[in-house]
């Protein structure tokens, strides 16, 4: 069965420092999500993306956030100074015809900022 | 604004104790309600699509309903496997795809 995976599982990183968050989304979908989940909270959205632009993201998805489709298979998520409230699990998803179509998950990368 | 509420936030349950989660919503234009069951340190892992007031869908022990308020995930004769949070989120008219969660439903099921 299709799945999307994420790579790293884990990253530990230092206050300021840049991460990426890759991810593979499932082959046919066209519609890409990032969400986050800090420990103990909700699910978050973070970005929509479709056709190589952001279609909708939320008020956490400040200048130090940024997606890119670098080719037909990643979908990254850098960060580029972080933050120590960045530490969270962040979660890739992907839907296939359209944004209403069920969104399915990733295993999520655990982000922890020291 | 997209709300979700989902109750009890802790449920426990005997093995073949069944019982039902509860979410209700606030959305303008409901586009889709999603479940989601989610173990310890993964992605949530999709259960059921529902578009629809009246809207049912069945799989194994598990059966979620719908109407323009609310939407129930029935549990029937759970087995400990079943236990996870379970996770309702919805979508809007207004969203190019934002999928607002609820807190979720934490679910234990003894032996």
């Known amino acids: 069965e299709p799945e999307v995976t994420q790579t790293p599982s884990h990253q530990v990183t230092q206050m300021g420092q840049e991460v990426i968050l890759r991810c593979v989304p499932i082959s046919n979908h066209l519609y890409f999500y990032w969400y986050r989940q800090i420990l103990g909270q909700k699910v978050e959205f973070l970005v929509s993306f479709y056709n190589n632009e952001i279609s909708e993201k939320s008020e956490i998805f400040d200048d130090q956030f940024s997606v890119e489709r670098p080719d037909g298979s990643n979908f990254t998520l850098k960060i580029r100074s972080t933050k120590l409230e960045d530490s969270a699990m962040y979660f890739c998803?992907?839907?296939?015809?359209?944004?209403?179509?069920?969104?399915?998950f990733g295993p999520g990368t655990r982000l922890t900022v020291l | 604004e997209d709300q979700v509420t989902q109750s009890p936030e802790a449920l426990r349950l005997q093995e073949g104790e069944s019982s039902s989660l509860n979410c209700s919503y606030t959305v303008s234009g409901l586009r889709g309600l999603f479940w989601y069951r989610q173990d310890p340190g993964k992605g949530p892992e999709f259960l059921f699509t529902l578009y629809s007031a009246g809207e049912e869908k069945e799989k194994e022990r598990l059966k979620a309903t719908l109407t323009k308020k609310e939407s129930f995930l029935h549990i029937t004769a759970p087995k400990p496997e079943d236990s996870a949070t379970y996770l309702c989120a919805v979508q809007g008219a207004t969203n190019a795809g934002k999928s607002t969660f609820g807190d979720g439903t934490t679910l234990t099921v003894k032996p």
């Open positions: 998803a992907s839907s296939g015809t359209g944004f209403t179509d069920t969104q399915y």
